[in-house]
């Protein structure tokens, strides 16, 4: 196994984590920020009312986005299981 194939194989799986991390994240940065927002216009200043429906919210996207994050997960391990003879050496 050269360096080359190394340095392809950890960029592709961070590249693969980030694209499956980025629309969990998004989703709750965005309800973050409306709540904010609401909070702010209604000088409610309770520190539950953030936490709770951003944990909802990204507990639900989560459920939601499950099934493509798994097969896309499946497709790199099934890739990454049938070149396993080029990782050896073999």
């Known amino acids: 196994m050269t360096e080359y194939v190394v340095l392809e194989l950890i960029k592709e ?16 940065m965005i309800v973050g ?12 200043q309770e520190q539950s009312l953030t936490v709770v429906p951003k944990l909802i919210i990204t507990v639900l996207a989560i459920m939601g986005m499950s099934r493509w994050m798994l097969s896309y997960m499946i497709g790199f391990a099934t890739k990454l299981l ?3 003879d080029t990782f050896a050496g073999l």
């Open 33 to 44: 920020i409306l709540i904010s927002i609401i909070q702010t216009a209604t000088s409610i």
């Open 13 to 28: 799986t961070f590249w693969i984590s980030i694209l499956l991390t980025t629309p969990i994240l998004l989703i709750g």
């Open 82 to 84: 049938g070149s396993l």
